[in-house]
């Protein structure tokens, strides 16, 4: 059984509802545990500090 490698579009902003996390709390893009976060049009964005991978949370 092996895992389907996806490519992520890391410009964009994704929706935490439209895909949600692999395993919770990791980057489902690099595997990643640390995060910065923001608040952008009214909207709390989560961005991988490894990768740069965004969702709204």
């Not at 490519?7 to 964009?12: A, C, H, P, T």
């Amino acid at each position: 059984m092996s895992e389907e490698k996806i490519e992520y579009d890391l410009n964009k902003v994704y929706e935490y509802d439209e895909l949600p996390d692999k395993k919770s709390g990791r980057c489902d893009n690099c595997d990643g545990v640390k995060f910065k976060s923001y608040v952008a049009n009214g909207k709390f964005i989560r961005t991988c500090i490894n990768c740069g991978m965004k969702k709204s949370i």
